[in-house]
């Protein structure tokens, strides 16, 4: 048999039984695609990302009046829901239905906005699965849209399936498929192995049923949600070498971007500010390292980098979004008792013991306005932080909210004329803590985008 080198190479067929080598030169190699590529294909459009105050999760429409499943733990509390089907296309969201014990809620949504919506199937047979099939899920991990991972049934449990899918953060209240492309559960939890990935705990979709029906019931007494469009999160990325060479050229002045208002300490938070914050250590070490290389002129000038492979992850992930996220976090203070305690003992030379410590206030929401018209946030959101000390100087155990914010790039401009932000307390929902922000710290946030805008509009993007 002749070979010819300079000829095309022979043609493989991938399929489920074996590989057949054709000598045909003529024959191009060709992918096979089997149901699982083409059910995902499918059934991604299904699955959308659920977004509340306490964080984002997967869900997915069963229903075409606009019902989507999910987690109940997904939304919690929060009383701002919304859906996103794409990078563009994000509404508000009710919830009609939950139950926190079998951890499932049912939202209500307008498709109209989004007419690629597809009903994923649900599946009604029994047994919904058997053990050692194989199935998959679509979730949204780290912030990725539309990732499938699949593996096998472990085992069939009354009310749960264990599989050895993986759930990552993000994943939760997502679809789990059988072989047959049916939703036989919702992906809710992980419990992590010693060397291995662990296994996933799946809601039997059986088990939903109830809190189905019942918000099938009250759909039809409940108003359609709007089909306003709300905003998304840019999908052009932040230019990576503009953050590498700010830092390094310049040292970061932090004052602009901190301030107090009320009982609150506010952190405005940008590309440029997070990367200096979370690359300032490995800065630092290369810093030094330059200047004891510096001193020898036979040393290897280049040759390290401290945290390389953690920095181009957070890179490949998105991790600098361009983006401006605003966090208003809850001070926290002496208690009287606790001041008139100590302060009485001090009078009298006795040492008055640790001071007990309670948060000033508890966020309740934000308002930022450019000018007189406030700025909708891209995500409006919470997240619960704990503090528990106990020492020779303080004592505290309290728990609150801490609001983060995310806004458009454009947000805070020196075109506003001036740039105001409210923060509510849950005490006072309805009477705010008001500032007008200083110039330096609108003129620092703008020029922190600067680079963004510039690289976008020599893209031919409009801003």
Known sequence: ??????????????????????????VQPTRKIDDLTSMFQKYQRSVVTVWSEIGSGTGFIVDTAGLVMTNHHVVGPSELISIQFDSKTKVAAKVLAFDPERDVAVLYVNLSVYPDALTAPIAKENPVAVEGERVFSIG???????????????????????????????????????????VIGITTFLVPGGN??????????????????????????????????????????????????????????????????GGFDVALGTPILKYELQEEVGLAAEKE?????????????????????????????????PVLFVQAAPQLRETFMSALGRGMAASGGIYGGPAHLKFKTDFYRMKLFCGDKEVEAIQPGKAATVANAHNAFV?????????????????????????????????????????????????????????????????????
């Open 1 to 26: 048999m002749e070979i010819n080198v300079g000829g095309k190479p022979p043609s493989i067929e991938l399929s489920n039984d074996n590989a057949l080598v054709t000598d045909s030169l003529s």
């Open 140 to 182: 949204n991990p780290l912030g990725l849209k539309k990732i499938i991972t699949s593996g096998i049934v472990s085992k069939v449990e009354e009310r749960a399936i264990i599989s050895d899918v993986n759930i990552n953060h993000g994943n939760s209240g997502g679809p789990l498929f059988n072989s047959l492309g049916q």
């Open 196 to 261: 291995g990935p662990g296994v996933s705990g799946v809601v039997r979709i059986d088990q939903t049923f109830p809190t189905l029906e019942q918000a099938r019931k009250k759909m039809r007494d409940a108003s359609a949600p709007d089909a306003r469009l709300l905003p998304v999160e840019p999908t052009d990325p932040y230019p990576l070498e503009a953050l590498k060479e700010t830092i390094r050229s310049t040292k970061l002045d932090r004052k602009p971007y901190i301030f107090t208002m």
């Open 289 to 321: 390292r330059g200047k004891r290389t510096k001193k020898r002129n036979e040393a290897v000038q280049n040759t390290f980098e401290p945290l390389q492979e953690l920095r181009e992850w957070a890179e490949y992930a998105g991790e600098y979004k």
């Open 395 to 463: 004592n505290v155990t309290d728990a609150t909210y801490v609001g983060i914010y995310s806004y458009p790039p454009d947000a805070i401009s020196p075109s506003c004329g001036k740039v105001t932000l409210q923060l509510y307390s849950e005490k006072q929902p309805d009477k705010p803590e008001s500032k007008d922000l200083d110039q330096k710290t609108v003129d620092r946030v703008w020029n922190d985008f600067r680079p963004y805008f510039t690289a976008r509009d020599n893209t031919g993007n409009s801003r």
